[in-house]
């Protein structure tokens, strides 16, 4: 497992050896074939093929509608203090790179992937920033299963998934198992007040039943919206909070 920079928030789990797509690959991609998404072998091969220095590729939508979503749940937790975010799944998105280098608060990143070569990458990127937005901002590359995550429990004030449960679901067989404990290991980390974000090009009419049913017996709400479309595509982002249960009186 590749730590960078502990910070004590870690737990132990069995460790995933490393592993890699972008869209035209995706796009060429048979309907017998879209279950590899769901494969570290996929993106180990995708990731493995690209230089160090290569530039960012994001799925979906770039990360600036998310960061502004990511900058008013700064705002509202309180600027000063720190604020630890996951990009579960992160691939070679530009979104670490750019709450690292852009936002004005102190944020603890986290970047986690199953693929050694993507946190080599986002590693890279976020050593040539010159000057970064908060200079107590910190970034980890943690190579990790996001179903079995080495984390403790109740420390992330927010986690980001972009795309990777739409990896996840491919798996034809064990698809929506694998979701279900991506999205529990989700719910464990995050504190009181934390916030899950998931971006999907997937309908609410589709994905909302699918995380509602997904979590049923997880304390989560969902809410979802359109953040960003291009012609007809659409591409939405789910938002999950834990319900508080207040005390009732007795
Ligand atoms: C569709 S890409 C999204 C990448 C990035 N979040 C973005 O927005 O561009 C899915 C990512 O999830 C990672 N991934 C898929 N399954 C995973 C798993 N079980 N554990 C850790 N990472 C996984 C893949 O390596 C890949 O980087």
């Known amino acids: 497992m590749l730590f960078v920079g502990h910070v004590g928030v870690y737990r132990h789990v069995r460790t995933h050896r490393v592993i890699i797509a972008n869209c035209r690959e995706y796009s060429r991609l048979t309907d017998n074939d879209i279950g590899k998404l769901a494969t570290r072998a996929f993106w180990k091969e995708k990731y493995s093929r690209s230089n ?49 280098s852009q936002v004005n608060n102190p944020i603890e990143i986290h970047c986690v992937d199953f693929v050694h070569e993507a946190l080599g990458q986002q590693k890279n990127w976020s050593e040539q920033v010159l000057t970064k937005g908060h200079p107590f901002t910190s970034s980890h590359f943690v190579v990790a299963d996001v ?24 798996d ?5 198992e694998k979701c279900r404990k991506m999205l529990s290991e989700m719910e464990r980390l995050l504190n009181q007040n934390g916030t899950i974000l998931q971006i999907s090009d997937e309908h609410p009419e589709v994905r909302q039943q699918l995380l509602e049913t997904l979590t049923q017996n997880n304390c989560l709400t969902w809410s979802s919206s359109c953040i960003s479309s291009f012609g007809n595509i659409e591409y939405f982002m789910y938002t999950a909070r834990l319900e508080t249960h207040l005390p009732t009186d007795s």
């Open 52 to 100: 160090l220095n290569e530039s960012t590729f994001d799925w979906f939508v770039e990360p600036d509608d998310v960061i502004k979503e990511i900058e008013s749940r700064i705002l509202k937790s309180g600027s000063h203090k720190l604020f630890r975010i996951m990009d579960i799944g992160c691939g070679t998105s530009s979104l670490a790179l750019k709450l690292y």
């Open 147 to 170: 179903c079995h995550l080495p984390y403790r429990n109740g420390i992330f004030d927010c986690v980001v998934d972009k795309g990777t449960m739409d990896a996840l679901v491919k």
């Open 172 to 176: 034809r067989i064990l698809g929506e």
